[in-house]
T-cell receptor
Framework: GAVVSQHPSRVICKSGTSVKIECRSL??????MFWYRQFPKQSLMLMAT?????????EQGVEKDKFLINHASLTLSTLTVTSAHPEDSSFYIC?????????????FGQGTRLTVV | AQKITQTQPGMFVQEKEAVTLDCTYD???????LFWYKQPSSGEMIFLIY??????QNATEGRYSLNFQKARKSANLVISASQLGDSAMYFC??????????????FGAGTRLFVKA
């Protein structure tokens, strides 16, 4: 079964509105979650690292005021795309890491396809 | 700086045959992990196989095996007995400090695999 649940899977919003995407860790507590963005036919690009109880760490070039991340509990991180524009249309995917044996493995959510019209 | 290179944007393989997806990496760290993920058209990221930099044996997981050549910094994925359901995008990824659970994961550009009946 799914280890990480991401909601919604698809969303269409009007330009200028805000959209919230949820990422839930179902089977374990996650102090750290990761948010990625994937443009069509491209690879995953890390946007930010979400830390429970503290501020997120954003990658260079990612606007923290536009992509608000809240990690209020050990099982939930949210990404809010504020004042969305058509260029924000993309596939957003979160991941959670946990220790499996002697290494850490990343489990991914199902992804959210955002379309801004 | 980390770098993951997948030079094959697309690959075709006949059903039931084996296929090798190439991946080379660049890192100055001694401790790192290499991962392969499968991304079907639905968008979810499915973990396939892991190879640690200190692992002496090549990793295997069912029909998947990783041909790890540390001196050449390559970590090719071999899929044996291809099935139609293997048609998907495949990403090679690397993470430093894998045993401590830290650091970010860097993804290659991906290889799209097409399995022909």
């Amino acid at each position: 079964g799914a280890v990480v649940s991401q909601h919604p899977s698809r969303v269409i919003c009007k330009s200028g509105t805000s959209v919230k995407i949820e990422c839930r860790s179902l089977d374990f507590q996650a102090t750290t979650m990761f948010w990625y963005r994937q443009f069509p036919k491209q690879s995953l690009m890390l946007m930010a690292t979400s830390n429970e109880g503290s501020k997120a760490t954003y990658e260079q070039g990612v606007e923290k005021d536009k992509f608000l991340i809240n990690h209020a509990s050990l099982t939930l991180s949210t990404l809010t795309v504020t004042s969305a524009h058509p260029e924000d249309s993309s596939f957003y995917i979160c991941s959670v890491r946990t220790v499996v044996g002697v290494y850490t493995e990343a489990f991914f959510g199902q992804g959210t396809r955002l379309t801004v019209v | 700086a980390q770098k993951i290179t997948q030079t094959q944007p697309g690959m075709f393989v006949q059903e039931k045959e084996a296929v090798t997806l190439d991946c080379t990496y660049d890192t100055s760290d001694q401790s790192y992990g290499l991962f392969w993920y499968k991304q079907p058209s639905s968008g979810e990221m499915i973990f396939l196989i892991y190879q640690g930099s200190y692992d002496e044996q090549n990793a295997t997981e069912g029909r998947y095996s990783l041909n790890f050549q540390k001196a050449r910094k390559s970590a090719n994925l071999v899929i044996s007995a291809s099935q139609l359901g293997d048609s998907a995008m495949y990403f090679c990824a690397m993470r430093e400090g894998v045993k401590t659970g830290g650091f970010k994961t860097i993804f290659g550009a991906g290889t799209r695999l097409f399995v022909k009946a």
